[in-house]
């Protein structure tokens, strides 16, 4: 059965940085294509991050150059570094596999991240 | 980059069909997939590549995709329906892909 848990979300300062983490079973992360999805309070869905299963990365431009998804095989775990958070950053973080035709089939139950002083 | 449009509500009677828009330049020529949202929970595929669903996921729910406009459609709605739905694509068409997610549908049953 494919789960996902996330894990690292909490309270931090505007420019302060936090590293989720989401622990995968069932599958194998580094042979999928993974993502991270946001929704800020009372908002919809907005696409963050990929990391394709040859290791290229994308972002949003609203986190490029302040994200860094990653992953560690032996663990089976992908990653999402914030750093320079806002408070605009202030949302449930989902991470979820993306299969064929670039869907995410299979989701998180999410982390918060609160961004506020 | 790639905008997808959803009206912000839509609301049906029981048993009644509810149709949900997406609409986006092109959108035939791309996968469209959707989501359902209750509150407090993650999203759950419905429908994907326009309109197969997942094992598990009622008959009741499929989909269409032409021209600019793909659709999600629901009959003999019921009031476990109740959920904002998102409809996604994947915009390859820069050189930074990615996924792009409707505003959402709020779906209403009376």
């Known amino acids: 059965e494919v789960q996902l848990v996330e894990s690292g979300g909490g309270l931090v300062q505007p420019g302060g940085s936090l590293r989720l983490s989401c622990a995968a079973s069932?599958?194998?992360?580094?042979?999928?294509?993974m993502s991270w999805v946001r929704q800020a309070p009372g908002k919809g869905l907005e696409w963050v991050s990929v990391i394709y299963s040859g290791g290229s990365t994308y972002y949003a431009d609203s986190v490029k150059g302040r994200f860094t998804i990653s992953r560690d095989n032996s663990k089976n775990t992908l990653y999402l570094q914030m750093n320079s958070l806002r408070a605009e950053d202030t949302a449930v973080y989902y991470c979820a596999r993306v299969d064929t035709a670039m869907v995410a089939g299979y989701w998180g139950q999410g982390t918060l991240v609160t961004v506020s002083s | 980059s790639y905008v997808l449009t959803q009206p912000p509500s839509v609301s049906v009677a029981p048993g009644q069909t509810a149709r949900i828009t997406c609409g986006g330049n092109n959108i035939g020529s791309k996968s469209v997939h959707w989501y359902q949202q209750k509150p407090g929970q993650a999203p759950v595929l419905v429908v994907y590549?326009?309109?197969d669903r997942p094992s598990g996921i009622p008959e009741r729910f499929s989909g269409s995709n032409s021209g600019n406009t793909a659709t999600l459609t629901i009959s003999r709605v019921e009031a476990g329906d109740e959920a904002d739905y998102y409809c996604?694509?994947?915009?390859?068409?820069?050189?930074?892909?990615?996924?792009?997610f409707g505003g959402g549908t709020k779906l209403t049953v009376l």
């Open positions: 069932g599958f194998t992360v580094s042979s999928n294509y």
């Open positions: 996604q694509v994947w915009d390859s068409s820069s050189d930074h892909p990615g996924g792009v």
């Open positions: 590549d326009d309109s």
